[in-house]
């Protein structure tokens, strides 16, 4: 809770462009309370909350997350029916990527205008409509297609502020870009991007202990498996070699399909 009335703090402090001096000297207290709600330290007394949510014309509930918890709850609901939609395995085992994503983008667009700032909505649906753009629409269909989920990324870009839904957005927009024919755009924005080693899902495999790091680990190598996995796809595609010898495919065949399958 804390956690949620700094962050809230914050962010109105900011938008209005007043200074903790200026919320201090209407409530009555110090501005070394205010510096302290913001940094976690303390929260308000209760009695100052509705003082607090009038001054910045919010809701004492605004103030507290509630409407964050809400809105995560709004998030899930949305995500479990979207993975109900489009839940369904190929011959290998594998996701099948194209399984009813028509009524899948249909769904996620509706999602995306209930909660428009939602990053991660956003950057499923510019995915979506990148891979049908790609592998399904006509040609008369695939530029809206693609120049609808280039939207989508760059206002993700401009607007989120959360890292990990902005690199999603670059990986899909660098895939759009190409998709446009922007090569070198393109491959702009890949260049900027981190390597695998500078990835949270690289670094907190030092960073976690216990469970929550065994899981992580799991969930680590399913992500890698997915890009090599990928990558070998490419390669042959390519026309070349992947050359592994038999005991080493079939490693990989196995880890694929106890972690991905």
Known sequence: ???????????????????????????????QAVSKWERSEGWPDLSLLPAIASYYAVTVDHL???????????????????????????ADGLP???FRIEEGIAFLRD????????????QMLASDLWWYAENRADKTERPALLLEAEE???????????ERWRNCARQILCLVLNAQGAKEDARRIAADMPDATGTD???????????????????AIRRFLQTLYRCSERLNEAGGE?????????QLNALTKTFIG
């Open 1 to 31: 809770m804390k956690i949620i009335i700094a962050q809230r703090l914050r962010d109105l402090r900011r938008k209005r462009g007043n200074t903790q001096e200026d919320l201090a000297r209407h409530l009555g207290v110090s501005t």
């Open 64 to 90: 507290l997350g509630v409407d964050a918890e809400e809105r995560r709850r709004r998030v899930e609901q949305i995500t479990d029916k979207y993975n109900q939609i489009r839940a369904r395995k190929n």
């Open 96 to 98: 099948d990527v194209g």
């Open 111 to 122: 999602a995306v205008r209930e909660l428009p700032d939602e990053a991660f909505l956003g």
């Open 152 to 162: 989508a990324c760059r206002r993700i870009l401009s607007d989120c502020k959360e």
């Open 201 to 219: 899902l690289f670094m907190l495999t030092y960073l976690l202990e216990g469970e929550e790091l065994k899981d992580h680990l799991r969930f």
């Open 242 to 250: 992947c050359k592994l010898d038999e005991e080493e495919q079939s």
